[in-house]
């Protein structure tokens, strides 16, 4: 009966050594996995860190580049005339798509629909080239954001040509002391700044307008560009999105790449601190989980390499018993 009982134990210890041996070589595959896990998160990271930011400087600090510096702000003029937001250094610099379309936001493409009619814009949002008499009218369309209906085609046309804007407006006129209307007003003069005010708008928003009479317009990114913030940024160093630099004749003067900007100085490509050190943050982490995924590997390894030390030691022991028996059993026999 002992003999019996020693064979099935034999066999118990055999079948758990084989299950310990393959858990073994299942966790080293897996440490191995781990190792390659390793290298690819070292790839990502230092690929992460090569990653730069296209920027502005303005007021002391960079800025990520973004829609309204490079092309305005659609129909609002105010942060353009009254300086309330950062100004870019060329305003001959524009955005583009990487076939040459001019990037441009709802506003202006329905300001474009609107003098030009719905056929200009395709159902992609693209339209082709227009004629370039057309763009006060456009500007127009534009102005009534922020101005009123006051300044018309004409005036933009005649301003554009070297010309002014005669304007006045009539002021009532209040005794200061006791705020009592006296009924009668004043009529001021504000023709300078009326003529001052277009050509702010027409130095900044002409060039836009001039080089999408000639090479064409897209507002198919605008969903994009409204939902990522790093939309622009990420275009313009993947080559979606380019920078170009308008001529006189609205035309794309040649070889100037976002290289050639950079150059100039009118943006920066660098790696901010802050993002160097959320993409380290992130990386550490990351690390960490892996280690602690690696240390659970390295115990359940000792485990199971104890484990099957162990069942080493006892098959020794049983196959030692079960010899033993069979040889008294001889023995017996013999004698």
Partial sequence: MGLACSNIRLLTLTARKADCEYGISVASMRKMAITREQSDLAREYNSKLQTKSIAYYDNGQYNKINYNYLMGHGSNFMPITQGTQPIKTDNSMILTDYKGQVVLSADYANAITSALGSSAMDSMGRGGTFSKDKIPEIL?????????????????????DGGSVEAEYAAS??????????????????????????NQVLDFYYPIFEAAAANGWTSEYNNEIKTNEDYINDGLVSGTLQLAKVDDEGNYEPDTSLTFFIT???????V????????????????????????????????????????????????????????????????
């Fill in 140 to 160: 127009s369309k534009l102005l009534l954001g922020d101005y009123g209906s006051y300044f018309t085609a004409e005036h933009i046309k005649n301003v554009r």
């Fill in 173 to 198: 006129v209040i005794k200061t002391l006791t705020g009592e209307d006296t009924g009668t007003d004043t009529i001021v003069d504000v023709s300078a700044k009326a003529t001052e005010l277009i």
């Fill in 264 to 270: 100039q100085g009118a943006v920066e490509s660098r």
């Fill in 272 to 335: 901010d601190s802050d993002i160097r050190e959320e993409i380290t943050a992130w990386y550490e982490e990351q690390k960490a989980a892996i280690s602690e995924k690696e240390n659970w590997l390295d115990i359940e390894i000792d485990n199971l390499s104890t484990e099957l030390e162990s069942i080493n030691t006892e098959i020794q022991s049983v196959k030692s018993f079960i010899d033993d028996a069979i040889s008294s059993v001889f023995d017996w026999g013999s004698g």
